[in-house]
């Protein structure tokens, strides 16, 4: 209960908004460049040299969150998350994805750190093969203990569509969070830019935006996106000039 | 000979249709270090496999869908490099495209795929890392490539696998159908749609879960890092970021004077604003769409909101569709512009060339060489999008008077129409230009007069730019995220992820020297049927017509401006005043297999 309270105490106190988390980090980096920057103007200072800046100390994440239509489809995300998992880029191994939607809609495709955790639930073994980290919220796999291709109860129970096997071991892949610093978050917001910001974020807080968000398959975020993005074209039909003339003489 | 350690799995993917076969192609790592991948093996192979006067449509003529060493790594932006020889031109082509076909192909353990024989009857190819398969594709045959990929993308039942497919253009063999891959992008200016048809090869879909070996992953991290930030930070590409290469048809008009105009009547086209990057943010697109790892996503989706095409939704322009289908025939209404360049797609036609095709025919009517008559009854006019969608569709299936005639190209239209009509003619070595008039931008020239390929525009655009234009298409990098963006570090750069990735002891100098032995690998494939300096020159209507109007008004490329331009190039490449490449250049290249071709060419046609 004592817990339960300070994080709201939290809450009230900090900001605590995505924004807000951005907007944090940012400043906290450029004091770093500003500090740097004094260091190396004072020269070689006893003082610089004893004591380098720090980096700012981070919060342990807890969330990842996708802000789905400023996805480019790059893959950054995938590329980052199999080189920190595997030490090559791998995107099959990728804990993270992005799905092509009707050729024209890219949705990416990542685990939401649901709170009440149905991948777990449904995980037949004892103990469980698979564990939710209490730190930073990452999703472990025990690979001794797990069943692998045979069982996957855990893709079957995830309202996300998120888990996929491993090509090699026919595994299940999870998000481990990497640790508390995601880099597939961190490749998105170095790639991101002018004009389109970045779509993976993270977050210490999951504010039930996890829980809403988590209960969209891939497809139907596709299908809502695609309805959002390309009014008037609603479901991606295609309209092909062909065709289209072709009806225009059929009606005269 | 030695396999590859990293970067190349030393394994080529090799198809003969004739009997639904396939079978590994080992490769060294040597040819490698030679050749590097993409175009650079093609031109290889092609030298090595190839008499001259090669009929490009034969059954043993090959298509390779190659990427490069840097495919599948962390490094940016890799593309994919189709090579084959055009059926065209008759000269050795390449083209490159966008998306992830090519990272797909080395995620599935192959280097490249090269594809030879002729099926009997239509087929597809689908890769799955190792298993390859052969599906029927009679079904498909006739559908235009949005639906064919799609059918395709079905069958696949993976949302990850990726398609390269051929549209009606192609079946019918018109000689500039393309290849569409992943529904948006294509790789054109070949002839390799019209080879597929030959070959009855509808498409490839590939699937892979590999990985690429690298040999010293950190160092190559280091340097692939490096290379990526250059690319998120350059200031002068948030415009591209921000609009595309549409962006440029503005630039184009007010600034360089070079924006193609009614068949290269002028460059100052006050319409652009009707058809420009600007309307298009304003009224089209959507959302961005990048390449693998590409922080420069520059291709644009859009929808059509208004008017007969409502909901159709597209991509573009970009330049090149933009100025060929947009100036070039004078549209000033957007929406038919993007119907054009989607029919264009969707038929597999290429767009540069059908653009200028479409503006050639529309000059010669406009000039009483051509008349209705000739063209089924129908009378182009600049700017009337129903008459060229009609026209399109026409050359697509070769259909009546109007499809076969204008489905032979430039070249051969003016040989038919006679009358003068060569003057209005824009190709060099047989191939329409793009976009870009060299009279008022005069470095294209050197990518369109003395690349490989021939009217091509992206060959680089100075001698050394010609050179490592080489070594980007044949790593199938693109220009804009990495070339462009190292500017004068491209030799470092390149060198500096090449070596850890596979392992190899390159140098800067071995950079330039790679890039050349490619060029002078596709100029001697390209001497044997019959180049020389007379054919690296631009045509006659370029040379001797003054640029009317806007900011370059006066302009012309002038003889002097050739000779320069040829005299540098040949001599940075160590080649003779001609444009043959010396004995000695072969031997100091390592191409020696080549200097008995070289000579044959020389006597045969008396050079």
């Known amino acids: 209960m004592e817990g339960k309270e300070k994080k709201v105490s939290d809450l009230l106190q900090k900001e605590t908004t995505r924004r807000g988390f951005l907007r944090g980090t940012a400043v906290a980096t450029g004091s770093a460049v500003a500090l740097a920057t004094i260091g190396s103007l004072a020269g070689k200072s006893a003082y610089a040299q004893a004591k380098p800046p720090e980096a700012p100390k981070k919060d342990l994440m807890k969330y990842l969150f996708a802000e789905r239509q400023n996805c480019t489809g790059c893959r950054a995300c995938e590329y980052a998350c199999s080189v920190f998992h595997t030490g ?94 995601p880099e597939c978050v961190k490749a998105c917001l170095a790639q991101s830019c002018n004009p389109q910001g970045p779509c993976l974020m993270a977050n210490k807080l999951g504010f039930g935006v996890n829980m809403a968000y988590r209960a969209v398959t891939p497809e139907q975020a596709g299908a809502d996106l695609l309805d959002l993005t390309f009014y008037p074209n609603v479901t991606g039909k295609r309209v092909t000039p062909a065709k289209t003339a072709k009806s225009r003489k059929a009606r005269r | 000979m030695s396999a590859p350690k990293g970067g190349c799995f030393g394994k080529i993917l090799e198809i003969n249709l004739s009997n639904r076969t396939y079978k590994t192609r080992e490769v060294p790592d040597e040819v490698y270090q030679k050749a590097i991948g993409g175009n650079g093996l093609a031109a290889y192979f092609m030298t090595n496999e190839y008499k001259a006067h090669k009929d490009p449509l034969a059954e043993d003529a090959f298509i390779f869908y190659g990427p490069g060493p840097l495919n599948g790594t962390y490094c940016i932006a890799a593309r994919t490099s189709i090579a084959n020889m055009s059926p065209y031109t008759g000269l050795i082509s390449h083209a490159e495209t966008g998306a992830h076909f090519g990272n797909e192909i080395k995620w599935a353990g192959w280097d490249g795929i090269y594809v030879k024989g002729r099926a009997k009857s239509p087929v597809w190819i689908s890769v799955v890392d190792d298993k390859v398969e052969f599906k029927d594709a009679t079904n498909l045959w006739g559908k235009d490539t949005a639906e064919t990929h799609e059918a395709i993308m079905k069958e696949m039942k993976d949302p990850y696998a990726r398609t390269a497919v051929i549209g009606p253009a192609g079946e019918n063999q018109v000689p500039i159908a393309c290849v569409i891959v992943e529904r948006f992008r294509a790789a054109a200016r070949s002839g390799t749609g019209m080879l597929m048809g030959n070959k009855k090869l509808k498409g490839i879909a590939v699937r892979g879960t590999k990985a690429v070996p690298v040999v010293d992953n950190v160092r190559f991290m280091e340097v692939a890092n490096y290379a990526k930030k250059l690319a998120v930070e350059k200031e002068a590409w948030q415009g591209i970021k921000r609009w595309g290469t549409a962006g440029l048809l503005e630039l184009k008009h007010y600034k360089d004077g070079s924006l193609i105009t009614k068949n290269f009547q002028t460059t100052w086209y006050p319409d652009i604003i009707k058809i420009g990057g600007e309307e298009a943010g304003r009224r089209f697109w959507k959302r961005h769409v990048a390449c693998n790892h590409c922080p420069v996503h520059c291709l644009k989706l859009g929808v059509i909101r208004e008017g007969r095409y409502r909901g159709m939704i597209g991509e573009g322009p970009e330049y090149e569709s933009g100025g060929l289908l947009g100036s070039n025939l004078g549209m000033n209404d957007f929406n038919s512009m993007i119907a054009l360049i989607e029919a264009c797609d969707a038929y597999g036609l290429d767009n540069i060339s059908t653009g200028g095709i479409l503006g050639f025919t529309t000059e010669l009517v406009e000039k009483g060489i051509l008349k209705p008559a000739d063209l089924d009854g129908l009378k182009p006019k600049w700017g009337d999008g129903d008459t060229y969608m009609a026209l399109i569709r026409k050359l697509a299936y070769k259909e009546g008077k109007a499809g076969k005639l204008l489905s032979q190209g430039v070249k ?168 043959i490449p010396t004995e000695a250049t072969l031997k100091t290249l390592g191409l020696e297999y080549l200097i008995d071709d070289v000579a044959a060419a020389r006597k045969e046609y008396k050079l």
């Open chain 1, 88 to 181: 090559v880029v791998r995107p099959s191994v990728a804990r993270v994805h992005v799905m092509k939607y009707k050729d024209v809609i890219d949705v990416p495709v990542i685990c939401w750190h649901c709170d009440d955790h149905p991948c777990i639930e449904a995980c037949p073994t004892t103990p469980k093969a698979i564990q939710a980290d209490p730190k930073h919220n990452g999703i472990i796999l025990n690979e001794n203990i797990c069943l692998g291709a045979k069982c996957m109860k855990c893709q079957e129970a995830c309202p996300a569509h998120y888990v996929r096997a491993n090509p090699d071991t026919g595994k299940p892949l999870f998000c481990d969070m990497c640790g508390g610093d």
């Open chain 2, 412 to 579: 051969k239209m003016a040989a038919e129409v006679g009358k003068g009509s060569d003057y209005y003619a824009a190709i060099v070595k047989g191939k329409e230009l793009a976009a870009h008039d060299p009279r008022g931008d005069k470095a294209r020239a050197y990518s369109y007069v003395l690349g490989s390929c021939g009217g091509d525009h992206h060959e680089g655009a100075s001698t050394r730019g010609l050179v490592i234009f080489a070594m980007l298409n044949s790593l199938s990098l693109c220009s804009f995220a990495t070339g462009l963006v190292w500017g004068g570090e491209n030799a470092k750069i390149t060198v500096g992820m090449l070596n850890p990735l596979c392992g190899w002891s390159m140098t800067e100098d071995d950079y330039w020297t790679t890039g050349k032995r490619i060029l002078t690998m596709e100029r001697v494939f390209n001497v044997r049927e019959g180049v020389s300096r007379k054919d690296d020159r631009l045509p006659k209507r370029l040379m001797t017509e003054k640029l009317p109007a806007g900011p370059k008004k006066g302009a012309v490329f002038t003889e002097e401006d050739t000779k320069k331009f040829q005299d540098e190039f040949y001599s940075f490449l160590g080649w003779d005043e001609k444009g």
